[in-house]
T-cell receptor
Framework: SQTIHQWPATLVQPVGSPLSLECTVEGTSNPNLYWYRQAAGRGLQLLFYSVGIGQISSEVPQNLSASRPQDRQFILSSKKLLLSDSGFYLC??????????????FGNGTRLTVT | GNSVTQMEGPVTLSEEAFLTINCTYT??????LFWYVQYPGEGLQLLLKATKADDKGSNKGFEATYRKETTSFHLEKGSVQVSDSAVYFCALSDRDQGGKLIFGQGTELSVKP
């Protein structure tokens, strides 16, 4: 079964500092990978998704970027954090022969507070 | 574009009460539908799913039926427990966009003993 590792679990960063959140996946190959953000008291917003190495689709224009340097590694980055970047960041994956129509498996998330 | 609308929370129930959380969707084609649950401080867990019209997904006493005629996927449970307190998200899959899930805004459920 698919396992998603996300770290760190919590992070406090000052405004203007860089960010790097990493997500790695086990138990599947060539998965679709996703980054979601959940702001306090709100639903989930899809930030980026990737269907293969080096392939990134951005859903909303913002201060963040994503990269997929390896098949099962997905990185969320920022050069300069804003206060509005605070939130709960969730990595998700879908693998297998029907990954376009499969449930997503989520990591445990990273709670980012920008101060 | 595709979208999901859930009833607003929070929903507060007494233990053993009947639960319904409404979910309706707008989509082109025939998406798969899902309910996810998020316990405090955790990520999301798949609760149940349905992949085609009239399918019923079920798990842990929860049920939801894919109703194409009403574009709905309401979540129900006959007798809730305190441990069911969580945020519930309805979602649909967009096969044409990398299989991404489009989520509703979530409904917080609080069950009191």
């Amino acid at each position: 079964s698919q396992t998603i590792h996300q770290w760190p679990a919590t992070l406090v960063q000052p405004v203007g500092s860089p960010l790097s959140l990493e997500c790695t996946v086990e138990g599947t190959s060539n998965p679709n990978l996703y980054w979601y953000r959940q702001a306090a008291g709100r639903g989930l917003q899809l930030l980026f998704y990737s269907v293969g190495i080096g392939q990134i689709s951005s859903e909303v224009p913002q201060n963040l970027s994503a990269s997929r340097p390896q098949d099962r590694q997905f990185i969320l980055s920022s050069k300069k954090l804003l206060l509005s970047d605070s939130g709960f960041y969730l990595c998700a994956c879908a693998g297998g022969p029907r990954k376009m129509d499969s449930p997503l498996h989520f990591g445990n998330g990273t709670r980012l507070t920008v101060t | 574009g595709n979208s999901v609308t859930q009833m607003e929370g929070p929903v507060t129930l007494s233990e053993e009460a009947f639960l319904t959380i409404n979910c309706t969707y707008t989509a082109t084609g025939y998406p798969s539908l899902f309910w996810y649950v998020q316990y405090p401080g955790e990520g999301l867990q798949l609760l149940l799913k349905a992949t085609k019209a009239d399918d019923k997904g079920s798990n842990k006493g929860f049920e939801a039926t894919y109703r194409k005629e009403t574009t709905s996927f309401h979540l129900e449970k006959g007798s809730v427990q305190v441990s069911d307190s969580a945020v519930y998200f309805c979602a649909l899959s967009d096969r044409d966009q990398g299989g991404k899930l489009i989520f509703g805004q979530g409904t917080e459920l609080s069950v009191k003993p």
